[in-house]
């Protein structure tokens, strides 16, 4: 087996590990937008794990997301990232340390692409963690919810368009992402408040929040009407209706959705979409 072959291989093997979400969708791809979308997300998820990550200081997230920024932002040099993660490697995930392998299995064509909105988000991310993720506006909770998942939405749109030319809406694929988010955010809610952060607007109550992840993934519906591709509108719906069904369990009182309905949801959409 080749090194990118193997190395297409371990990344999938580490979505499933770092994101069931994104693991079931993505298995509805073709192969070759199935590797790239894997490498993609990873790109992203590795430099999530600095800006979540529990025993980082705020000073060194910080220095470290410029830094990476800036590295994507120009030409990205494998020895020099693991230079700048040494003082830190040995409290860091593999999804993070592992940037280089993600990025050098993202076919050339499209990796600038993939770079550019990487150093977007890392840059982003790096504000949010100077202003200690103090969220006081609508225009906040946009702000830090573009950075963080509203780029994944904006990648996963050039990903659509290099693959079989589909044309997406930028606003609209932000809001993908963003209803995403939004979902996550209402899920650790009392999670979030135990650790003393809150994602939600002054003024606002979880009624607030609800109506925005509404409001997002109602955006997210449209924007899955543009595209005509079978197995990227299956890859969209999936994480969209198990979204979609979260927030009414989370409604009732539940805390999720059930093994066992994920499962339902996936087969409705398969025979829905004839799409295996």
Sequence with gaps: MSKVANLQKESMVMLKETSRTFFIPINFLEPALKKTVASAYLCMRAIDEIEDHPELEDEAKQHLLLAVSQMLHTTFDGDRYQALLQPYAHILPPVTKRLADWISVCPPEIVGKINESTAIMAGGM????????????KEDLDDYTYYVAGL??????????????????????????RGLQAVNMLRNYDEDLERGVTFVPNGWDRNDMFNYANDNLAKADEYVKSIKNKRIIMFCKVPLALAHSTLKALKSGKEKITRKEVESIVEQLKQEENVE
């Design 152 to 177: 994944v939405g904006t990648m996963l749109s050039d990903l659509w368009k290099w693959h079989d030319n589909t044309e997406t809406d930028p606003e609209l694929a932000i809001a993908f992402g």
């Design 126 to 137: 790096a504000k949010w963690v100077e202003k200690k993720w103090i969220i006081e506006t």
